[in-house]
C-alpha cells in the first residue's frame, strides 16, 4: 500500500527541492538566440532619402557561401588604395548589389570619398557615385550568414506594404567589413523603393 504513493511523495520532494534551489545558474540556462534584427529602440523599417556621393568602387562577384570573405576582401583593396592616396572618407562602407540569384550575386564594394582623387584610380578600382533616392533601412545585428533572416522580413514586409523595390540593394556597414568579426556585424540594409 504505502508503494503507491512513493511516486507522489517523490513528486512533491522533487517540487520542494526545485522550489527551493531558485532558479538554475547561468551557465545551467539556454541562452537567448542571438539578436538579428533592430534592437527595442531602433525602427524595423526607416524613411530616408539617398543623396549621391562619390565613391571609389570594385566590382565583383561572389557565392552566397563564401559572400562575406568576397566582400572582405575587395574592401581590403579599396581601404589600401584610399590610405595610399591620402583620401577622406565620406560616410559608411557599402556593398551595391547590382544582380543576385540563388546561388551568387554582382556588387560594387564601394567607399564614399569627401572628394575625388588628383589621379584617377587605375585597375579594378573606379570612381563613381553611389545610389540615390527614395530608400527604407532596416537595421541588422548579428552574423553575415544571418543576414538571410533579415532580408526575408525585409521581403515580408514590403509585401505586406505592398512597396515596390528597385532591382538593386546597398548594404551599409557599421563594423568595418575589411577588418570585422563576420559573425558579429551591424548591417544596414538600404531598398531603394520605386
Given at each position: 500500500m504505502v508503494l503507491r504513493f512513493?511516486?507522489?511523495i517523490a513528486a512533491a520532494v522533487l517540487a520542494l527541492v526545485t522550489t527551493l534551489a531558485g532558479p538554475l545558474p547561468s551557465w545551467a540556462q539556454t541562452p537567448p538566440p542571438a539578436a538579428t534584427g533592430p534592437t527595442a529602440t531602433e525602427p524595423f523599417a526607416e524613411d530616408t532619402t539617398l543623396t549621391a556621393k562619390p565613391i571609389v568602387y570594385v566590382k565583383g562577384s561572389g557565392v552566397w557561401d563564401t559572400a562575406f570573405e568576397t566582400i572582405s576582401s575587395a574592401f581590403k583593396k579599396l581601404k589600401a588604395y584610399v590610405d595610399k592616396e591620402g583620401l577622406k572618407t565620406d560616410g559608411l562602407p557599402?556593398?551595391?548589389?547590382?544582380q543576385t540569384d540563388d546561388t551568387g550575386f554582382q556588387f560594387q564594394a564601394a567607399i564614399p570619398i569627401a572628394e575625388p582623387p588628383k589621379t584617377p584610380p587605375r585597375g579594378d578600382i573606379a570612381l563613381g557615385?553611389?545610389?540615390?533616392?527614395?530608400?527604407?533601412?532596416?537595421?541588422?545585428?548579428?552574423?553575415?550568414?544571418?543576414?538571410?533572416?533579415?532580408?526575408?522580413?525585409?521581403?515580408?514586409?514590403?509585401?505586406?506594404?505592398?512597396?515596390?523595390?528597385?532591382?538593386?540593394f546597398i548594404e551599409q556597414y557599421e563594423t568595418d567589413p575589411a577588418t570585422a568579426d563576420g559573425k558579429k556585424l551591424t548591417v544596414d540594409v538600404l531598398v531603394l523603393l520605386k
Amino acid at each position: 500500500m504505502v508503494l503507491r504513493f512513493v511516486p507522489c511523495i517523490a513528486a512533491a520532494v522533487l517540487a520542494l527541492v526545485t522550489t527551493l534551489a531558485g532558479p538554475l545558474p547561468s551557465w545551467a540556462q539556454t541562452p537567448p538566440p542571438a539578436a538579428t534584427g533592430p534592437t527595442a529602440t531602433e525602427p524595423f523599417a526607416e524613411d530616408t532619402t539617398l543623396t549621391a556621393k562619390p565613391i571609389v568602387y570594385v566590382k565583383g562577384s561572389g557565392v552566397w557561401d563564401t559572400a562575406f570573405e568576397t566582400i572582405s576582401s575587395a574592401f581590403k583593396k579599396l581601404k589600401a588604395y584610399v590610405d595610399k592616396e591620402g583620401l577622406k572618407t565620406d560616410g559608411l562602407p557599402m556593398t551595391v548589389f547590382t544582380q543576385t540569384d540563388d546561388t551568387g550575386f554582382q556588387f560594387q564594394a564601394a567607399i564614399p570619398i569627401a572628394e575625388p582623387p588628383k589621379t584617377p584610380p587605375r585597375g579594378d578600382i573606379a570612381l563613381g557615385q553611389s545610389p540615390e533616392g527614395h530608400a527604407l533601412k532596416f537595421i541588422h545585428h548579428g552574423s553575415y550568414e544571418e543576414l538571410d533572416n533579415t532580408y526575408e522580413a525585409i521581403t515580408n514586409y514590403l509585401d505586406e506594404k505592398r512597396l515596390e523595390a528597385r532591382d538593386l540593394f546597398i548594404e551599409q556597414y557599421e563594423t568595418d567589413p575589411a577588418t570585422a568579426d563576420g559573425k558579429k556585424l551591424t548591417v544596414d540594409v538600404l531598398v531603394l523603393l520605386k
